[in-house]
């Protein structure tokens, strides 16, 4: 059993920054990052590739947000620039346990999760 761990999130304003990490106890391939507003469904934010080479993101995040990950510290990182409002909610982080050629983007494409972290923007 991989056990996630997220971590970066908090308070910022409208236009700003912040970076979110995932550690990964383990060895994992395609890894996520989706997202969960009060009263919404969990939503894809992003995926990357084991390795590296093919990141997706969710068109409402296209141009604002980076996936990347460091494979030697089983680690993902979720770079957002230009928050919003709307980007407010618990971040979750995902990984699969085995590898797949085709994107994941639905929550039950994951194997593994970790607690989630807040990201609160402010206008």
């Given at each position: ?96 346990r085995a590898y797949s050629s085709s994107y994941h983007i639905s929550v ?16």
């Open positions: 059993q991989v056990q996630l761990v997220e971590s970066g999130g908090g308070l910022v304003q409208a236009g700003g920054s912040l970076r979110l990490s995932c550690a990964a106890s383990g060895r994992t391939y395609a890894m996520g990052w989706f997202r969960q507003a009060p009263g919404k469904e969990r939503e894809f934010v992003a995926t990357i590739s084991w390795s590296g080479s093919r990141p997706y993101y969710a068109d409402s995040v296209k141009g604002r947000f980076t996936i990347s990950r460091d494979n030697a510290k089983n680690t993902v990182y979720l770079q957002m620039n230009s928050l919003k409002p709307e980007d407010t909610a618990v971040y979750y982080c995902a990984a699969d039950h494409e994951y194997d593994y999760w970790g607690q989630g972290t807040q990201v609160t923007v402010s206008s």
